[in-house]
């Protein structure tokens, strides 16, 4: 797989592409497509989780958490109001880090199953 085929991901930083080139790194060609294909549609934009995070200040608590498959936190945020807004901003400046790991564990499961893949 081609560098320039992850940089069609939106806000791809440096250490999110290290990690995807060494878990593309023992794949043959068509197990890096199969991979890139499902990572893409797993994968999130660090802008995308912020907007749902700002949502929290108008009344929305906890759709960030909730999208990024933390459904136990995801309702705590909505129960208390995002801990009276203080876990929101906690959120708004942990906001690329909580989206890396997300995105980290995605391509976990990507490579998974593109090495299941003939």
């Not at 560098?3 to 060609?29: C, K, R, S, V, W």
């Not at 068509?30 to 912020?50: D, G, N």
């Amino acid at each position: 797989m081609q560098q320039g085929n992850y940089m069609n991901f939106t806000d791809m930083t440096p250490e999110e592409m290290g990690f995807l080139q060494q878990a593309t790194a023992g794949l043959t060609e068509s197990q890096t497509s199969y991979f890139y294909m499902v990572y893409s549609s797993k994968r999130k934009a660090s802008q995308e989780i912020l907007l749902l995070t700002l949502l929290g200040f108008v009344g929305f608590a906890g759709i960030q958490r909730f999208v990024l498959g933390q459904i136990g936190m995801g309702i705590v945020y909505f129960l208390t109001i995002g801990f009276c807004w203080i876990g929101t901003i906690v959120d708004l400046v942990n906001n690329k880090s909580l989206v890396l790991k997300y995105n980290k564990d995605r391509a976990y499961e990507s490579h998974r199953m593109a090495m299941m893949t003939p």
